[in-house]
């Protein structure tokens, strides 16, 4: 079974720039959730989807920060305009229905010059 | 609101050395506990976990005890290897519901 995949691994932009992270949840998983890790402090949750829907976007930092989940399957995040504090590692989760375990993404590093 | 605590760090220590890392926790109900580790270029995986006090989560010779008198979930290995470099995560989760995490600890092993 594949696990959770994020594209790309890494992305450098310049400050205003827009970027779009990708994740592909594990299949079948209908609850996907993005965490991100800022200058190598604690990783803090974004936001959660229940099949397409948006469950929890308490995390999300502000309006700059658009994520989808078209379908209920893939997800992509899209930050636009970037600021250099949007810098970090953007990890990505899936979950199966009542389960407790989330099986997270390789991560993508983002760096905003 | 539910968050933990972890030290931070960095930790150096050397090949079969002795490890603790300390993790309490601040959580209203019945969490699940959890640790993750990050593997230098990798992702996050899951360690090991406990569903209920008193249960204790083990793998590759780590192991964690859910201790609710104390609201604490300790990891610890008796022997540390150079391959266990890596940043380790406390976390929990209240519920069906979002991972709460700790900032990290990293820690190296030197031969």
């Known amino acids: 079974e594949a696990g959770v995949t994020q594209f790309p691994s890494h992305s450098v932009i310049e400050k205003g720039q827009t970027v779009t992270l990708r994740c592909d949840p594990i299949s079948g998983h209908d609850n996907l959730y993005w965490y991100r890790r800022v200058m190598g402090k604690e990783i803090k949750f974004l936001l959660h989807?229940?099949?397409?829907?948006?469950?929890?976007e308490s995390g999300m930092p502000n309006n700059r920060f658009l994520a989808e989940r078209t379908g209920g399957t893939y997800s992509t995040l899209k930050v636009q305009p970037a600021e250099l504090e949007d810098s970090g590692v953007y990890f990505c989760?899936?979950?199966?229905?009542?389960?407790?375990?989330?099986?997270f993404g390789p991560g993508t590093r983002l760096t905003v010059l | 609101g539910d968050s933990v605590t972890q030290m931070e760090g960095p930790v150096t220590l050397s090949e079969e050395a002795c490890l603790t890392i300390?993790?309490?926790?601040?959580?209203?109900?019945?969490?699940?506990l959890f640790w993750y580790v990050q593997y230098p270029g990798e992702g996050l995986q899951l360690l090991l976990k406990?569903?209920?006090?008193?249960d204790k989560g083990s793998n590759k010779g780590f192991e964690a005890t859910y201790r609710k008198e104390t609201t604490s979930f300790h990891l610890e290995k008796g022997s540390v290897q150079v391959s266990d470099s890596a940043v380790y995560f406390c976390?929990?989760?209240?519920?069906?519901?979002?991972?709460?995490f700790g900032p990290g600890t990293s820690l190296s092993v030197i031969p």
């Open positions: 989760a899936s979950r199966a229905l009542l389960a407790h375990e989330q099986f």
């Open positions: 989807f229940v099949k397409e829907s948006k469950q929890d």
């Open positions: 976390a929990l989760i209240p519920s069906y519901d979002k991972v709460i």
């Open positions: 300390n993790c309490t926790y601040t959580a209203t109900g019945y969490p699940s």
């Open positions: 406990a569903t209920k006090a008193d």
